[in-house]
C-alpha cells in the first residue's frame, strides 16, 4: 500500500520544466482539486491542461483511446476481443484519422499543444497503478487520440441503429398492426423545445412533405448479430438507458433577480470511476474559460467565458441508417491486425460499401451503416474550441456551423442579457422514407439540413428556453428530425418548466436554479396515479402501502418509503407480460409509464398473464409482487422500506469492476435520490435498482454576477483512488452542493517553465 501511494502521487507544488512552453504557466489547484491554469499564450494553457488531465487521469485517458481505437484486447487479453472487433468494424479511430486533415490551423495547433503536455508526463510523471497491475506503459499522446473520443461520445448518444433493430424484431414478432399499438406517441400537449411562435421567429415554419417507412427487411441470423452487437456495445457501457440525454434551460433577465440571464446545465451519461468529467479554468492570450472539460480533449465542452455560457442536451436527430445491400453491390475490403496479450495476432477483414462498413453479414445478406460521425469532414473539433473563444451569439452560431456530431441542444447567454438555442449538426435527409426501419442499398441520403434551417431561436418573447431530451418542434417544423421514439417523453421538461414559470413573478434567482436542478418530484408518478390508486389491496400490509400513497406527494425522498412502493411496483408493471413477444423484445421495453397509463385504460389484452385476466388483475398482482419483494428484503415493518436502502448510484471502473480484489479499490457507491425521469435523474436498473447513468456534472450560472455561478461532477476529480481528490464531489453532488465556477483558486501552485 506503502508503494502504491508513493509511486502514483502527482507533483503539484513547486517547480516543472516541460518542452515546448513559451513562458511559465501556474497551475493552483484548490481544495477540491480543481486546477485553474493561468498562462500567457493559448497554447500553452492547453498543454498546460493536457498535462494535468494526464497527471489526474492517464489511465481513463489510455482506456478512452484503446475504446477508440479497438485495442483493448492488448492490455486486456482475449477476454475483450469482441469489443476490439466491432471497434475496428466500424472504424472510430480510422475516421478520427481522415478527420483530423480538415480541422483548422487553431485547432490543429491546439490539438497539438495538448499532445505536447500529455507526453510531458507520461515521459517524467509517476504513472497511475492501473499500469503497474496490467505491466505496461502508456504510449505518446496525438492529437488523433483525442478526435476518436469525441467519436466515441457521438456513439454512446446516437442509438438510432439500435431502434432499427428492434424494430424490425418486433414487426417480424407481431406484426405492423401491432407494433403500432406498442409505441405510445409523444403527447399533443407534450412539451417541445421550439413553440410554433418560436419556429415562426426563425423562419423554420412550413409544411412537411410526408414520408413512408422502409420495408425491408432483415434475416434472422443478421438479427441475431445486431442483438450481439447491442450486448457487445452495453459491456463498453455505451448502451441505450432511459432517461440517458441532459437537462438544460435558460432565462432571460426580464425574470431574473440579478436583471441578467440564468443558465443551467446537467449531462446525465454514465457515471464512471473515475468520472468523465473534470472541472478546470483555462486563462491565456484570448483564451478564457471555465467549466467542464473531457480528459482527453483540449475543450472547455460545457461552461463560461467573459462574455458568454452554454450548456447542452443531446437533441437525438437520426443520423444512423442500416441497409441492406444489394447482392452485386461492390465492397472495399482492408484487413486490421489485433493484438491479444498472451495470444497469437488476430486478422480481422472488414467490408465497407458507398454506405459505410459491413457490420454484419449474414446468410448472404450484407449489412452497411451509414453515419455523420464516419463521413469526411467531420469537424465537432473545430466546433467545441470556438465556442471556447465566442464572445455574443454571432460569433457562437458561427463557431456551431461547423459542428456535426453528435446534434447537441444549444442553450446560450450573454452578459449583455441575450439569450438562444441552436440544434446544430448534419442531419440527413430522406427523401420519401423515414429512416425508423433498414434501408434497401439502392436508397441514399439526398443531403443534409442547412445550417440556417436547423431548430434555432433567439431571444424568444417568452424569454425561457428548456429542453430536456424532449421533442424539438411541433410537427409544422420544416425538415424531419426523427421519429418520436428519439425523444424522452416531457416529464423532465414539464416539471422544468412548471418551476420556472412558478418564479416568473417573484424573479429567479441562482438558489432556484440550484434547487430545480435537484428536484426529485416524479412526474410518472403524476401520471400513473389515478390509474394506480384504483387497485384494490388484499392483506393488511397491502392496504397499509396504499393508504400511504394516497397521501404521498410523488416525492423520491432517500427517506421515502412511498419511493421505494411505488418503484418497486412500477418495476413490475414494466414486465407486463406479453408471452408471445418471446425474448426478441428488449427487457425493460414497456419501461414507458404512458404506454402503461393506456395499456390500463383501455384493459389491453397485453395485461392477460398466461391469458388470464384484465388490467385490473395485473394491476394487483403486480402491487402484491413489489410488497411481497420490499417485505422479503427490508421485513414488515414499512417505515424502514427507504428509498435510500434500495437506490444507491454506483460509478465502476471501465477495467476493474468484475474483478474481485480490485473493484473494492476503484468502484464507489452512495445512496441517492431521484427516480426515472425526475429533474435530479436517479435512473436505475428495474430488477436491482442501482443506478449507474445519471447528472455526472452539473453547472448554474448567473451571467448578472459569474463569480457566483457553480459547478460540480459526481465523483471527484482526480483517478487516483488513494488520494482525497477521487472523491471529493460525492457527497456534495449526493446532497445538492456546488463548488465556485471561478477562474481563481487558493492552495497548491504548480509553476510549469519551458
Known amino acids: 500500500v506503502g508503494y502504491a501511494v508513493l509511486s502514483t502521487q502527482v507533483q503539484t ?50 482506456f478512452q483511446r484503446r475504446v477508440g481505437a479497438g485495442r483493448l484486447s492488448e492490455v486486456l487479453g482475449k477476454g475483450a476481443l469482441e469489443k476490439d472487433k466491432f471497434l475496428r468494424t466500424w472504424g472510430f479511430y480510422r475516421a478520427a484519422q481522415q478527420n483530423y486533415a480538415g480541422l483548422s490551423d487553431r485547432s490543429k495547433r491546439l490539438l497539438l499543444a495538448y499532445a505536447k503536455g500529455v507526453n510531458a508526463f507520461i515521459e517524467t510523471g509517476n504513472l497511475p497503478l492501473e499500469f503497474t497491475l496490467l505491466r505496461y506503459r502508456p504510449e505518446p499522446w496525438k492529437p488523433e487520440d483525442s478526435m476518436v473520443w469525441q467519436k466515441m461520445m457521438a456513439f454512446d448518444l ?29 403527447p399533443k400537449q407534450g412539451r417541445t423545445i421550439l413553440s410554433s411562435a418560436d419556429l415562426a421567429q426563425s423562419d423554420l415554419l412550413k409544411d412537411q412533405e410526408s414520408t413512408k417507412k422502409s420495408q425491408v427487411k432483415l434475416n434472422p441470423q443478421n438479427l441475431e448479430r445486431l442483438n450481439r452487437l447491442s450486448s457487445v456495445v452495453a459491456s463498453l457501457n455505451l448502451e441505450p438507458f432511459d432517461g440517458k440525454g441532459s437537462n438544460n434551460w435558460v432565462v432571460s433577465g426580464r425574470f431574473t433577480q440579478s436583471g441578467k440571464p440564468l443558465l443551467a446545465d446537467d449531462p446525465h451519461l454514465s457515471m464512471s470511476a473515475p468520472s468523465l468529467w473534470y472541472l478546470a479554468s483555462l486563462e491565456g492570450k484570448t483564451l478564457k474559460v471555465v467549466g467542464t472539460t473531457i480528459p482527453g480533449l483540449p475543450a472547455m465542452v460545457i461552461g463560461r467565458n467573459a462574455q458568454v455560457a452554454w450548456g447542452v442536451t443531446n437533441a437525438g436527430p437520426d443520423t444512423q441508417d442500416l441497409f441492406v445491400e444489394d447482392k452485386d453491390v461492390l465492397l472495399e475490403s482492408r484487413v486490421e491486425t489485433i493484438k491479444i496479450k498472451g495470444e497469437s495476432d488476430l486478422a480481422l477483414t472488414v467490408k465497407t460499401s458507398k454506405h459505410g462498413p459491413i457490420i454484419s453479414s449474414e446468410n448472404g445478406q450484407n449489412l452497411a451503416l451509414r ?25 457562437f452560431t458561427k ?85 418520436d421514439g428519439l425523444f424522452a ?28 436542478q435537484n428536484d426529485v418530484v416524479s412526474n410518472i408518478w403524476r401520471t400513473l396515479e ?60 414497456f419501461n414507458d409509464a404512458l404506454w402503461i397509463k393506456a395499456a390500463l385504460e383501455r384493459n389491453d389484452p397485453y395485461c392477460q398473464e398466461n391469458e388470464v385476466g384484465d388490467c385490473a388483475t395485473w394491476l394487483h398482482t403486480s402491487f402484491a409482487k413489489a410488497i411481497s419483494m420490499l417485505e422479503g428484503k427490508f421485513g414488515r415493518y414499512i417505515d424502514t422500506w427507504q ?70 461532477n459526481h465523483l471527484g476529480q482526480s483517478g487516483n483512488p488513494l488520494v482525497p481528490s477521487y472523491t471529493s464531489f460525492i457527497q456534495m453532488w449526493r446532497t445538492g452542493k456546488y463548488a465556485p465556477m471561478v477562474w481563481d483558486g487558493v492552495g497548491d501552485v504548480l509553476t510549469l517553465t519551458p
Open 158 to 186: 446516437s442509438d438510432n441503429w439500435q431502434g432499427e433493430k428492434d424494430q424490425v424484431a418486433l414487426v417480424a414478432k407481431v406484426g405492423q398492426e401491432k407494433a403500432a399499438r406498442m409505441h405510445s406517441p409523444y
Open 643 to 712: 428509498w435510500s436502502e434500495l437506490h444507491k448510484a454506483e460509478m465502476r471502473h471501465g477495467a476493474f469492476d468484475g474483478v474481485k480484489g480490485l473493484r473494492e479499490i476503484w468502484t464507489r457507491a452512495t445512496p441517492n435520490a431521484g427516480g426515472l425521469h425526475t429533474v435530479n435523474v436517479g435512473s436505475y436498473e428495474l430488477d436491482s435498482f442501482i443506478q449507474h447513468k445519471g447528472p455526472g456534472y452539473r453547472q448554474v450560472i448567473d451571467l448578472g454576477n459569474p463569480t457566483s455561478s457553480l459547478f460540480v
Open 371 to 395: 453515419w455523420t460521425a464516419l463521413e469526411p469532414n467531420d469537424t465537432t473539433m473545430d466546433a467545441f474550441l470556438d465556442i471556447n473563444f465566442a464572445q455574443n451569439w454571432q460569433g
Open 13 to 62: 507544488t513547486g517547480s516543472l520544466g516541460l518542452a515546448g512552453l513559451s513562458g511559465p504557466v501556474t497551475v493552483t489547484r484548490d481544495s477540491y482539486g480543481i486546477p485553474h491554469i493561468k498562462a500567457s499564450t493559448d497554447e500553452d494553457a492547453v498543454q498546460a491542461l493536457g498535462f494535468v488531465h494526464a497527471q489526474d487521469r492517464m489511465w481513463q485517458m489510455d
Open 399 to 483: 463557431a456551431l456551423e461547423r459542428y456535426v456530431v453528435p446534434s447537441q441542444n444549444f442553450v446560450y447567454a450573454d452578459i449583455s442579457g441575450n439569450i438562444g438555442y441552436y440544434a446544430p449538426g448534419k442531419i440527413p435527409i430522406r427523401n420519401g422514407w423515414d429512416g425508423t426501419l433498414p434501408a434497401s442499398g439502392s436508397q441514399n441520403w439526398s443531403g443534409y439540413i442547412p445550417f440556417t434551417e436547423l431548430p434555432h431561436v433567439y431571444n424568444p418573447p417568452e424569454g425561457l428556453i428548456v429542453t430536456a431530451n424532449n421533442r424539438i418542434a411541433p410537427d409544422s417544423y420544416l425538415h424531419t428530425w426523427g421519429s
Open 530 to 589: 389515478p390509474d394506480l390508486l384504483k387497485v384494490v389491496a388484499q392483506t393488511e400490509r397491502e392496504k397499509d402501502a396504499l393508504e400511504r400513497l394516497k397521501k404521498w406527494d410523488g416525492n423520491l425522498l432517500e427517506t421515502s418509503s412511498e419511493a421505494s412502493i411505488f418503484a418497486a411496483w412500477y418495476s413490475e408493471l414494466a414486465k407486463m407480460p406479453v408471452d408471445e413477444l418471446g425474448t426478441t423484445l428488449p427487457a425493460p421495453y
Open 489 to 516: 417523453k416531457p416529464f423532465r421538461a414539464n416539471r422544468i418548466s412548471e418551476l420556472l414559470e412558478a418564479g416568473k413573478a417573484k424573479k429567479l434567482s441562482l438558489e432556484d436554479m440550484v434547487r430545480i
